[in-house]
C-alpha cells in the first residue's frame, strides 16, 4: 500500500488537514514530529510520500520556513537525497513550500539539489492575504497532471515569488512552473487580487525537472471536500478540486 509521511511539530498547523487529503486519496498516512523522525532517520525510507505542510513553523522567528530547513539541512539532508534519488514524491504547502526552497530542494535546476536559488519573500501589498484564487497548471509535474485550471485558498504574508530572470526563464522553458495565478483561464499578468502576492511571472508552485518534487503557496489540502468551497451550495461537484492534486501523488506509485 502506498504510505505517506506528514511532518508535524514547531508551529506547523495544516498536518492534519494534510492527512485527511492523503487518506481521501488513498494512502496510509502517518503524522510525524520532526525530532521523532530525526531521531528515526530510517523510519523515512519505508514511505513513498512525504509532506511539508503549512503553518508558521518555528514561528517564521528566523523568516519563514527557515529554521526548520536549517534544521533538515544540518540533521537529515542525506537521508532527503536518497529520498529523492529511489524516485519518491516530495510535496511542500505554503510554509512547506519556503522550507523547499530555503533547503534548495526547489527548483533544484539540472538537479541540483541543495543550491538556494529562488525565494518566496513578502507580498507587495505588505498585509496578509487570505482568499480564494485560479490557478492555470502544467502536466509535467506529477501532482498537477491532468489539470489545466483549479480553484484553491490561499492564507501566507510572505508568498511572493521571486528569482532572478534567468532562472524564471529557465524555469519557464524546462516546465517547471506547475501552477500560476490566473484571471479567467489566463495568466493574471500581476493583477490584484488575482495574482495575490506580486509573484514573478504569475508563480503559484513550480516542481523540480523531474515532476516529483513540488512546492506550491496555495492551500489543496483545504478543498477536499465541496463543503469547503464558499460556494458549496451552488451544486458544485461531490469532491474539492483540491483532492485531485493528491490522488495524482497516490496514483504514481500503483
Known sequence: MVKALVLTGYGINCNEETKYAFERAGALTEQMHITELIENKKKLETYHLLAFPGGFSYGDDTGSGKALANRLRNTMWEELLQFIAVGKLIIGICNGFQVMTNLGLLPAITGEYGARTVALTHNTSARYECRWVELIGSSKCIFTQGIDKIELPIAHGEGRFYASDNTVNELTKRDMIALRYAKNGFSAKGEFPYNPNGSLDDIAGICDESGRIFGLMPHPERFIDT???????????????????????VRYFI
Do not use: D, S, V
Not at 460556494?231 to 483540491?242: C, I, S
Open 227 to 249: 463543503y469547503q468551497h464558499p460556494l458549496w451550495t451552488k451544486n458544485l461537484p461531490k469532491e474539492g478540486a483540491g483532492l485531485q492534486i493528491f490522488t495524482n501523488a
